[in-house]
């Protein structure tokens, strides 16, 4: 089974409530959206996004370029029935990150709440900062998070990789300012607990 399928799979048999990294409101994405930027018209994306609530929450605030980038087409269906005609108003990706065409240099904000850890591979890794530096303004704002030293080695069936803050900074190189980085509890749907590492980096050409 490749990756959409896969994924696909997951999203045809568990409710939005029933995956482990739900929360209702992605408080500290969004407070670290907040601290990169007030400016509504700025260009957000949330990468992994699928049945995330953080699109809802960014319209409900009045952003206006909003870009959510999911593997599952069944992912994003869900988000769309749910947000209703404001869905309208965010462009859609359905694809793999790794082989997505994205505009370049548009967006102010990129924001990727537990994917970049399902990239087992280097290269894949590679090809993602890639990604990241091609559609990221100079001077834009990159909000990473996966699973930090004591989250979980699988998720969804699937090997992970865990960072620290120095491990994964280095994964993006130079060009990236560490701002912050802060780890946070999560309390799965199921009643467990997943440990999540939050970088925020700032673009910057050397």
């Given at each position: 089974?490749?990756?959409?399928?896969?994924?696909?799979?997951?999203?045809?048999?568990?409710?939005?409530?029933?995956?482990?990294?739900?929360?209702?409101?992605?408080?500290?994405?969004?407070?670290?959206?907040?601290?990169?930027?007030?400016?509504?018209?700025?260009?957000?994306?949330?990468?992994?996004?699928?049945?995330?609530?953080?699109?809802?929450?960014?319209?409900?605030?009045?952003?206006?370029?909003?870009?959510?980038?999911?593997?599952?087409?069944?992912a994003?269906d869900?988000?769309?029935?749910?947000?209703?005609?404001?869905?309208?108003?965010?462009?859609?990706?359905?694809?793999?990150?790794?082989?997505?065409?994205?505009?370049?240099?548009?967006?102010?904000?990129?924001?990727?709440?537990?994917?970049?850890?399902?990239?087992?591979?280097?290269?894949?890794?590679?090809?993602?900062?890639?990604?990241?530096?091609?559609s990221?303004?100079h001077?834009?704002?990159?909000?990473?998070?996966?699973?930090g030293?004591?989250?979980?080695?699988?998720?969804?069936?699937?090997?992970?990789?865990?960072?620290?803050?120095?491990?994964?900074?280095?994964?993006?190189?130079?060009?990236?300012?560490?701002?912050?980085?802060?780890?946070?509890?999560h309390?799965?749907?199921?009643?467990?607990?997943?440990?999540?590492?939050?970088?925020?980096?700032?673009?910057?050409?050397?």
């Amino acid at each position: 089974m490749d990756e959409k399928d896969h994924w696909e799979k997951v999203y045809g048999t568990k409710s939005p409530d029933a995956v482990s990294w739900f929360a209702p409101h992605l408080e500290t994405s969004l407070n670290l959206i907040y601290e990169a930027t007030q400016n509504k018209t700025a260009s957000i994306i949330d990468v992994g996004g699928g049945e995330a609530t953080l699109v809802d929450d960014l319209l409900l605030d009045g952003f206006t370029d909003l870009s959510v980038l999911d593997i599952s087409q069944r992912a994003i269906d869900v988000a769309r029935g749910r947000i209703g005609k404001n869905a309208n108003n965010v462009h859609w990706y359905c694809a793999d990150i790794t082989k997505a065409t994205l505009p370049q240099n548009y967006f102010d904000v990129w924001h990727d709440r537990a994917v970049f850890h399902f990239l087992t591979d280097a290269a894949q890794r590679e090809i993602y900062v890639e990604q990241v530096m091609l559609s990221v303004k100079h001077g834009g704002h990159v909000i990473i998070s996966t699973f930090g030293p004591e989250g979980p080695e699988q998720c969804s069936g699937l090997d992970v990789v865990r960072y620290d803050a120095e491990r994964l900074h280095g994964q993006f190189g130079k060009t990236f300012k560490l701002l912050n980085s802060t780890t946070e509890i999560h309390k799965t749907p199921m009643g467990t607990t997943q440990q999540f590492l939050y970088c925020f980096c700032r673009m910057e050409w050397s």
